[in-house]
């Protein structure tokens, strides 16, 4: 619900769930490392709106006696694991690092599970989901955890039919097979562009008005497979991308950011903000929190945002404390979007073409009618 | 092979001594040039002369509205910005606010980009060690004005290196040395150095990585100093830049050495 204190029998009470798809996520305040120890943070928090009254709750709110933060966000989906985990390179370009390995695992760390990167392995997410959503209630039995990664790593998952393309792996590489037998981690790019399953569609004829209708659907598809890769605009005050050395503008693609093969994940940890949830880019929510973040005077301010930061989500920034780091959200993977409207971790993209205009009013990308079409054609079908 | 390359780099750091190196504070312009992707120009008016420069191949790229310290070295590169181009040169960006300013491409192209040649490969990709003999060597991270982010496409590179020298050589010591510009220098009308704890935090920075890496903590020796002599290298414009940097040592187990 929006918040445990509410009444839970009452719809109103449920209402980010039913009208968005959000889950509420509780963060520790401040927030802790993976010991436990507190992360003195380079910002204070206020609460400027609560709709949901669980910011400002004397239970779960932020001056309560374990102080946390809400935030609401959309589950992201539980397959294609191994592209969840996979690092493709040992460097993290966007903090400077090379990527840390997991205690438990030894596996290298790629960060780029859950939205704010807070858990390292898919082990650390299931007990941490069983705590938090489960709502179990001590140590988490083990041999469970065991099954339920194992369970989530047997599973891919990608559209196999359109309505109107038909099966998306005649002619072309569409579906969840390839995803299975594919290696996790590549970079696209050069003579490998992301999304090419759809490239042996290009240029497909067809044959009677039934199969005109299907062709040209194909044909659309793998145009927005290509002006994914090749649409080349101005990416500018993203935090997680220019700040890296790529300089504020930078002239790229979208695939500069979902560019690992077969899931339009960052093959870096791919925490970034796009402006979704901070201002002056997120789009107004009322039912959502607002929190006000000022970084403290000997802290190095936001680079893009200066020290105060209006935010519906601090992302990235509830699990470092870093300014730099507020509104980040982990890039998710884009397999399945047909079927898990709305998008973005807040759900303010409720269609595909919603989530098509955030970006080209973000970075003033000036697309045409046929390309957003043909952008979303290839978005409904993976 | 060494010795060759020694060579090479000293004549070209001779050919750089007479060569003309600028240093200056600026705000810095955007041109809107399209040759595909990162192809867009970075300019940077001298304020004291008015010379335009083209200082597009800087490592760390400019933010706009923000200033800089341009530091580099004329170089002969074709005119594709619309200024005269650096290279080598550093952008270092500045705390201060100025006017974002971007400009269309005017007919200049730009330059396509090309991911680096020694580019760090993908993580399944097998390392081949470095052959022998195997004797105490250095290797150069740098850094921009008063920062000790570790640079993309440059620091994982020279890291990956020192890990495997130091794989091959079994290494019996790591020596990690942090360097800051702890005298002032003077560009622009403006003064600029550095903290003693910006060389500290720099030597951690990479004493982290090279753990992380694989290096054991035992074999990491750390220190930072407030002062150094210059190194040379083919990607560092002046001495005063050379300064901000970290110094890997890797020292071979006795046998080797």
Known sequence: ?382 | MRLFKLLIVSIVLSANAWAETVTFVTCPIYRDTDSGRKSGCWLADDPATQIRYDVSAAPMKPLLGKKILVEGVVSDDSNACGGTPLRPVRTSILDQACEAVMIPAEGFAGRRFAVPSDAQRPTWEARQLPPPPYITTEFHIFFNHDSDFLVYQHAEIVMEKALLYAKASHAREVQVIGYAVTKPVTASGERFKESIVLARSRAEAVRLSLNRLGIEPAQLKVSWKASGQPVESPMIPTATASLRRVTIRVIPAASQR
């Open chain 1, 1 to 382: 619900s929006n918040c445990p204190t509410l009444p839970q029998a009452e719809e109103q009470s449920h209402s980010l769930l039913l009208n968005r798809g959000l889950i509420r996520v509780a963060r520790p305040w401040p927030p802790r490392d993976s010991t436990g120890k507190i992360i003195e943070p380079q910002f204070t928090i206020e609460v400027v709106r609560d709709p949901t009254t669980c910011n400002l709750d004397k239970t779960y709110g932020i001056h309560s006696k374990t102080p946390m933060v809400s935030v609401y966000r959309r589950p992201r989906p539980a397959t294609n694991t191994k592209y969840l985990t996979a690092a493709g390179f040992n460097f993290d370009p966007k903090n400077g690092f090379p990527l840390p390995r997991d205690s438990e695992t030894g596996e290298l760390i790629n960060g780029n599970i859950t939205a704010d990167a807070r858990v390292p392995t898919l082990f650390a997410q299931t007990r941490d989901a069983m705590r938090s959503h489960l709502q179990t209630q001590g140590i988490a039995d083990e041999a469970a955890v065991k099954d339920i990664v194992k369970f989530m790593e047997g599973l891919y998952t990608a559209q196999q039919v359109d309505q109107a393309a038909g099966a998306l792996n005649d002619g072309a590489n569409g579906g969840p097979a390839t995803l299975r037998d594919m290696r996790e981690g590549d970079l696209q790019g050069g003579p490998t562009p992301i999304w090419m399953e759809y490239y042996p569609w290009l240029n497909i004829k067809g044959g009677g008005i039934d199969n005109n209708a299907q062709a040209e659907r194909r044909r659309s598809i793998a145009r927005g497979a290509e002006i994914f890769s090749k649409r080349m605009f101005l990416i500018d005050d993203s935090m997680g991308i220019n700040n890296m050395g790529f300089g504020s503008p930078v002239r790229n693609g979208c695939a500069f950011c979902h560019n690992m093969q077969h899931t339009g994940m960052d093959v870096a940890p791919g925490q970034v903000d796009l402006g979704t949830t901070n201002s002056p880019h997120a789009d107004p929510a009322p039912d959502l929190p607002l929190f006000k973040l000022t970084c403290k005077p000997d802290m190095p301010p936001h680079p893009f945002l200066g020290r105060v930061i209006y935010t519906q989500d601090p992302g990235y920034a509830l699990t470092t404390g870093k300014c730099a780091d507020i509104g980040k959200i982990t890039i998710q993977q884009m397999r399945g979007l047909a079927a898990r409207a709305p998008y973005f971790s807040n759900g303010s993209a409720k269609t595909l073409r919603d989530l098509v205009d955030f970006y080209d009013r973000r970075y003033h990308m000036n697309l045409s009618p046929q390309e957003k079409q043909d952008l979303i054609n290839l978005m409904g079908v993976l």
